[in-house]
């Protein structure tokens, strides 16, 4: 009995499922989805050209320096970079004294023990320390910036994709939601404007975002080598120091794969030149075999007359 039911109720599913299917397919033809405001208005980012891109790339050590006065005066504020050292900065070209005052110096001290008392306390940076957090933990970053939780700079280029370029895309691309429009002249939605603590920005990825724009204007920071301060270079010195700190090694990397991509060649090369020094003098026989080979052809002549086999 359950043999004979079993294919008329598979049947039944399988009718249900296209009449399903149907139906999804007819709604979505006769009155498609519209497109969302994401969809019309985010941005990709913004080709950068930096000197560390590309296989034989390069820090260019100057705008490394700037880029961390950008974010000593402008980021630290907010968010931390805890995975990188002060010592670290050598790799940028300061000198010890250099390092040693900007650890002493640094807006933020490191959280320690009292040694006399046992309580929490703080105390100075020193060059062996990482760069504190601005915040004691979580819930007071979120508290301090509307419930919004400023993540981590240490390895920010690595987190998101296009790295650098969406940095810096994003430094730069805050707009009004009053004015703005799209590549397609159209203006956003009244549904998708800001709320109140939210600033739109095209590049992030629902339009909008928690984070005031930290660079607003020219000559916000003052750079020692006499570089303009402009919004644009501002944003791509801090973009290229923060492609540092998630990469340091960056360079090394880069040396290495040249190296090793050198000796590859080689290699291949003189493995080639020794397969045809070894096979030069070695002469291919072919053995005249197969059914009609002379002899296999007599061979199986005898042997059809003795068998008595005609033709």
Known sequence: MIRKIGPIVGLGFVLVLLLSLYSGLSAYFQAPPEATAEEGFHLYPKELHLASNGPLGHFDRQQLQRGFQVYKEVCAACHGLTLVSFRDLAALGYEEPEI?????????????????????????????????????????????????????????????????????????????????????????????????????????????????????????????????????????????????????KLENRHRWGLTVLIFLIFATILGYLSYRNIWAAAKRKVAPIGPLDPANMARREDAKDEAGIVG
């Not at 957090?133 to 919004?148: G, Q, W």
């Not at 992030?204 to 750079?223: E, H, R, S």
């Open 100 to 248: 040693k005052a900007i650890a002493n110096q640094w807006a933020t001290e490191v959280p320690s023990v009292n040694p006399d008392t046992g309580e929490a306390a703080t105390r100075k940076a020193v060059p062996s320390d990482r760069f504190p957090s601005p915040y004691a933990n979580e819930t007071a970053a979120r508290a301090a910036n509307n419930n919004a939780y400023p993540p981590d700079l240490s390895l920010i280029t690595k987190a998101r994709e296009d790295g650098s370029a969406y940095t810096h895309s994003l430094l730069t691309g805050y707009a009004n939601p009053d004015t703005y429009r799209n590549k397609d002249g159209k203006a956003l939605p009244a549904s998708s404007k800001p709320a109140q603590g939210l600033y739109f920005n095209p590049y992030f990825a629902n339009l909008n975002i928690a984070m005031p724009p930290p660079i607003v204007a020219d000559g916000q920071v003052t750079y020692a080598d006499g570089t303009a301060p402009t919004v644009e270079q501002m944003s791509t010195d801090v973009s290229a120091f923060l492609t540092w700190t998630a990469e340091p």
